[in-house]
């Protein structure tokens, strides 16, 4: 069951910071904490005991080799593994408190409260705006003038109201793919989601809609709680506040990005952010 | 004769035959639209349309064929094309691997290559026979059998068309299946279902064997659908066979209009799935 339309987010009370020494560097108070995560495609292991904690209104990026298991791990944050045959995931991930890998979560719900934006933009055969309403239909509850306002608050959020306000009725698809992949996340948004994830967001852009995509993310650090999987090693420089090194399954090493660029702890984050491989 | 030149000999020579290839089946094409145009011409008149099918020697037109044909078409496309396109559905969203649609896919296969006879014989054996007489609902089911594989494999190949990325983007928001399906890859994959209705319609509507088994055939008009009902196809096949002159005028002419509509019918399609890709840049 989809519950109904939560308050924005500016009418919740935000929790102080805390002062725990784990999430001091980081912007908000924890949103996901990952505790002895473990993944199987049938009978291969694919993620090795990951435990972490990720901040609210943070932009954290997983960097690392292609296999290494970062989408993987996105995937996890969102249950859509469970789309596909043979895939599980053991182990503890809660999101605002809850663990969402029990039996009893509604993964519906669940993807609702947690955004996702794929690598390839995929706008609906619909309209801009039936693109961005899509998700409040589902969920219902808003309509008429409120789900204006909501499409419009999306859209701006997103950095592309500008660009398609006169045309809001024409076809998703008729955009471009710069404006496709901001339309997608102005459509993941919409709902308000808890957290916001992006799978190599900017893999299938040009470098100017790159730099919207990125410029739309900074935005969005205010309220959301952002989880990026990217290959560009510039890119998590730039755009995350937190960066994850991932290697074979395994969790090497997260911290400030600045810290993880700049001097790492561990020889293979290292190796991977010197180019000596990868 | 050095390498390149013999390269260059062998590629003409394959260029030759293949235009060679598509002359040959070109030029069948043009003779068998010539005989019709040139035959069925002759035979062109209103009472075509106006008058029911005459006694040899005597003055009729098509009406009732036309009539017949065009009912049992709509009723077979009505009857089963939501069979095809909800199986097609099935096999491509939810048991894309599982045994059963191994299974469907396959029986799918052999029956859109199966002679269309076979059906008319079938739905003589299951329907014609424990009625007791022949019919034109008897007629549309078996149209309707033909229009199933049709329906069936184009949606199913339409849907696998769609991006991946773009139900999972729809399940990412929170959808269930049947949501995503009905919202975003129904219209994603519009224009190829819509093309694969009109397909159906178009392989149904000139089939002439699954017709002689269960409607037959009737000299008078008649919109009992629980009687034998005249219809192009058999028409067509009945007065091209007899000795009479005229009768085989009106079968020429008969061809002539089932061609013509076929044709019109693929160029409408065409019209109509340009006319939709062109108002994605503006219509809602």
């Known amino acids: 069951m989809i519950p109904s339309i939560k308050p924005p987010k500016h009418l919740k009370m935000r929790v102080p910071q805390t002062s725990a020494a784990e999430t001091s560097l980081q912007s908000g108070p924890p949103k996901i904490e990952i505790r002895g995560l473990n993944f199987y495609y049938g009978d291969m292991r694919s993620l090795h005991d990951i435990n972490m904690t990720l901040a609210d209104r943070s932009i954290t990026a997983f960097i690392g080799p292609s296999g290494c298991g970062k989408s993987t791990l996105l995937r996890v944050l969102n249950r859509m593994y469970a789309l596909y045959p043979n895939q599980r995931a053991e182990g503890e991930v809660l999101i605002g408190g809850r663990d969402i890998l029990g039996p009893t979560v509604d993964v519906a719900e ?83 989601p808890d957290v916001l994830l992006l799978d190599e967001p900017t893999a299938a852009l040009d470098p100017i809609s790159t730099l919207r995509v990125e410029e739309t993310l ?61 | 004769m050095n390498r390149r030149a ?74 089963g094309s939501p069979i095809g396109v909800l199986a097609g559905t099935y096999l491509a969203e939810y048991g894309r691997k599982s045994r059963l649609s191994t299974a469907i896919r396959f029986i799918n296969d052999v029956l859109l290559s199966a002679p269309s006879i076979i059906i008319g014989l079938f739905i003589y054996e299951i329907v014609v026979v424990r009625m007791g007489h022949f019919s034109a609902i008897a007629g549309a089911l078996s149209l309707a059998v033909l229009a199933i594989p049709v329906t069936l494999r184009t949606t199913e190949d339409m849907l696998n068309l769609v991006p991946i990325g773009m139900k999972d983007s729809s399940a990412a ?37 699954p017709l002689l088994f269960t409607a037959l055939n009737n000299q008078f008009w008649s919109t009992n659908l629980n009687a034998p009902m005249a219809n192009l196809p058999v028409v067509i096949f009945q007065f091209a066979l007899s000795p009479y002159k005229d009768w085989q005028d009106l079968a020429w002419a008969g061809a002539l209009i089932i061609t013509v509509s076929i044709l019109v019918l693929s160029i409408s399609a065409r019209v109509l799935l340009a006319l939709l890709q062109s108002g994605r840049g503006s219509g809602r």
């Open chain 2, 6 to 79: 013999l390269r260059k000999a062998k590629n003409g020579v394959f260029l030759a035959l293949s235009l060679i290839a598509t002359m040959t089946g070109l030029a069948c094409l043009a003779a068998i639209l010539w005989t019709l145009l040139s035959h069925g011409l002759a035979g062109m008149s209103w009472h075509l349309f106006t008058a029911m099918t005459p006694p040899p020697g005597g003055q009729g037109g098509l009406l009732n064929a036309l009539y017949g044909s065009a009912v049992m078409t709509l009723l077979g496309i009505l009857i």
């Open chain 2, 173 to 209: 928001l929170g959808a269930y299946p049947w949501r995503t399906t009905i919202s975003v890859l129904y219209p994603a994959a519009r224009s190829g279902i819509v093309t694969g209705l009109l397909l159906a319609i178009a392989r149904i509507s000139g089939e002439t064997a």
């Open chain 1, 218 to 278: 900074q935005a969005l650090r205010e309220k959301y709680c952002i989880v990026v999987v990217t290959h560009n090693l510039q890119q998590a420089a730039r755009v995350s506040n937190v960066t994850g090194f991932m290697f074979m399954g395994e969790l090497v090493e997260i911290g400030p990005s600045n810290q993880i660029f700049t001097s790492p702890q561990d020889r293979r984050t290292d190796d991977y952010i010197t180019g000596r491989f990868g």
């Open chain 1, 110 to 192: 669940l993807r609702y409260r947690v955004g996702m934006v794929f690598q390839k933009p995929t706008p609906f055969p619909m309209s801009v705006f039936d693109n961005v309403a899509f998700g409040l239909r589902l969920a219902g509850g808003v309509r008429g003038a409120d789900l204006k306002i909501r499409v419009e608050s999306a859209l701006r959020d997103a950095a592309i109201w500008d660009e398609v306000k006169d045309k809001l009725h024409a076809d998703g698809r008729s955009l471009s793919g710069g404006q496709q992949q901001r339309l997608c996340v102005a459509r993941a948004i919409a709902v308000q």
